[in-house]
């Protein structure tokens, strides 16, 4: 029988850091609770969502370009800006898929939009990554963002790690799938793939 961890109350919403060099902006953790009060996320300066559950799905559009009808769905531009990875809270996911979340999150930071109509949410506020409880998948990615953004305070994963569960108030006896070691030793996977990748870029300049 698989051993489940005990679930405490925390925050809605935690900072994990705050401006996050080059970008100037705090980064935030929440689950599904917090992520989809609009609110909330405003009172906390936050701009962008990136949203790594793949069991969630968040509508943020409050104003539809085209109403919902039959079997067309409603869409528009949300009230906050949002970035979808869908990873599996346990085995599953493709061996890319954690590499792929380091550099969508990297691109939630770096992104700066045209000054047209079609694109109205240009504000760059905060950043806050989500996944259903707030305790794994998020965990995991903004952990192995920080390693990679700011090496200088978290040389190593694992530092990182237990930065971030500290700041998420994650208790020590949650932290064996908090996140689920499977996500971590992807994390350690991607990490190996960001170093060969940067190491490129670098010399290829």
């Known amino acids: 029988m698989d051993t489940i961890s ?5 925050p809605r919403i935690s900072r994990i850091l705050e401006a ?8 935030f953790i929440s689950g599904s ?13 936050v701009s962008t969502v990136v949203n790594c559950a793949v069991n969630l799905d ?9 109403e919902a009808s039959g079997t067309q769905i409603g869409h528009g531009s949300g009230a906050i800006r949002y970035y979808k990875l869908g990873l599996i809270d346990g085995p599953g996911n ?20 045209p000054d047209r109509s079609s694109y109205p949410r240009r504000e760059r506020g905060n950043v806050l990554v989500n996944c259903r409880g707030g305790r794994s998948r998020s965990v995991v990615l903004v952990s192995l963002f920080l390693h990679h953004t700011v090496p200088n ?9 237990d ?6 108030e994650l208790r020590q006896d949650e932290w064996f799938e908090a996140p689920k070691p499977m996500l971590i030793e992807a994390a350690r996977r991607a990490s190996k ?12 300049s």
């Not at 005990?6 to 925390?10: E, F, L, N, Q």
């Not at 996050?20 to 980064?27: K, L, M, Q, S």
């Open 33 to 45: 609770d917090g992520a989809s009060d609009v609110g909330l996320l405003r009172s906390h300066g």
């Open 94 to 113: 493709p061996e890319t898929m954690m590499l792929a979340g380091y550099y969508l999150l990297q691109g939630a930071f770096k992104q700066i939009l």
């Open 20 to 27: 996050i060099e080059p970008y100037g902006v705090d980064i």
């Open 193 to 204: 793939w960001i170093n060969y990748i940067e190491a490129d870029l670098r010399q290829a």
């Open 163 to 168: 930065h971030v569960r500290t700041k998420r």
């Open 58 to 66: 968040l509508n943020y559009v409050m104003e539809p370009q085209v």
């Open 6 to 10: 005990p679930h405490y109350d925390r």
């Open 153 to 161: 305070l978290f040389p190593t994963l694992d530092s990182a790690l």
